[in-house]
């Protein structure tokens, strides 16, 4: 073990995330196990979209995923391709992995970089004029905001948050806000999937002031002391399920739904940055406790989310085979959300407005 981590293994991060993560991953299971034989929202099989102008045939739907790098991010988009037959955007590398298999795939791949809002403006952009060359009418039918990272230090962004927080949160938060307009403009209702996880359950407190937000509590209580990886990233899945409820809350009355999907845990690179020896024995003892999933296995619950029912919104997916499990009492703190939605939306603004004086807007 080298010196790195044996540093980590001696910090209070590393045994919050062996102890506490485990035990509300495996409370997560109980509560599957609880819920019993209940019925569960079965998964719709959508088919084309209505055609637009001049057009014989039904348009494909067109279904967006972030960060599909990763094992578990590309099952997921293989599964997707073969239940959805639609369109999606997704990394190139996916994009030639699933054309081998299936030649007939209609994919794109974008790069968009969630920890930059400058990227993420343009990707809005560049998708929507994709669109327009390939479709009569500019709408889209799923979001799956799914890029995540767990990150070992307190990096600053170019626009000013800590890294992880904006890559976990704030990023998926204008991404959605931006492509929001073109999900309601679907002709047949669309979908907001929302990658969140059982260790949201381990925040028992919340701050959603814009110090929080932009993470610099986490520099300040980071000096002289190691960074707090862990609760930093409950933090931004925690806030992300409060802004699925919220989104929600504010999108009842239309076509658009909002779910939660937790995949519990599957072996990906999500632990790229800590030390190799400490992820490959986290790796090991989750698949000698029977808590590690297998791709196909672990993509489920993003699945029943993208396909269930549009009467199952504001449902948190886990497990599979449809099921879903009640999250967190904070996250469904009306009060909390609508504070967390209003700092969010008022930086979201100061980043057009700074991108605008910057000439990117």
Same mark, same amino acid.
């Given at each position: ?61 067109? *279904? ?112 959605? =806000? ?7 403009? =679907? ?51 925690? *806030?992300?399920?409060?802004?699925s409820y919220e989104l929600h809350r504010q999108l009842h009355t239309s076509s658009v739904s909002v779910m939660a999907a937790d995949p519990g845990v599957v072996e990906t690179n999500i632990m790229r940055e800590l030390p190799p020896c400490l992820s490959w024995f986290a790796f090991f003892v989750l698949r000698f406790l029977n808590l590690l999933q297998q ?42 959300? @609508? @504070? ?11 980043l057009q407005l700074r991108g605008r004086d910057l000439g990117t807007n």
């Open positions: 073990m080298d010196r790195e981590a044996l540093r980590m293994v001696r910090s209070p991060e590393f045994w919050r995330m062996a102890v506490l993560w485990t035990l509300f991953l495996l409370y997560s299971y109980l509560l599957l196990f609880l819920r019993g034989r209940t019925a569960v929202p079965r998964r719709r099989r959508p088919g084309p979209c209505a055609g637009g102008e001049g057009e014989g045939e039904g348009r494909r739907p067109i *279904c967006v995923v972030t960060g599909v790098r990763t094992r578990r991010h590309r099952g997921w988009a293989r599964r997707r391709r073969r239940r959805w037959r639609g369109r999606a955007t997704t990394s190139s590398s996916t994009v030639q992995e699933i054309r081998r298999q299936q030649p007939d795939a209609h994919l794109e791949a974008f790069h968009v970089d969630l920890a930059s809002y400058k990227s993420i403006k343009k990707f809005g952009t560049l998708l929507k004029q994709w669109i327009q060359e390939t479709n009569s009418v500019p709408d889209i039918q799923l979001l799956v905001n799914n890029a995540g990272m767990l990150a070992k230090s307190h990096r600053i962004t170019e626009d000013g948050f800590d890294e992880m927080i904006q890559t976990n949160y704030i990023g998926p938060f204008i991404l959605t =806000s931006i492509l929001l307009p073109l999900l309601k403009n =679907s002709p047949v209702p669309s979908r907001v999937v929302n990658l969140t996880s059982f260790t949201h359950r381990c925040v028992s407190g919340i701050d959603v002031s814009e110090d929080a937000l932009r993470g610099m509590k986490l520099g300040q209580c980071s000096v002289g002391k190691s960074y707090p990886l862990a609760s930093t990233y409950e933090y931004t899945k925690l *806030c992300l399920l409060l802004f791709t196909d296995s672990g993509v489920g619950a993003v699945l029943d989310a993208a396909l269930a029912p549009p009467g199952a919104s504001g449902k948190y997916f886990f497990g599979g085979k449809g099921r879903t499990i009640r999250p967190s009492g904070l996250s469904y703190d009306v009060e909390v959300a @609508k @504070k967390l939605w209003a700092e969010s939306s008022m930086l979201f603004k100061e």
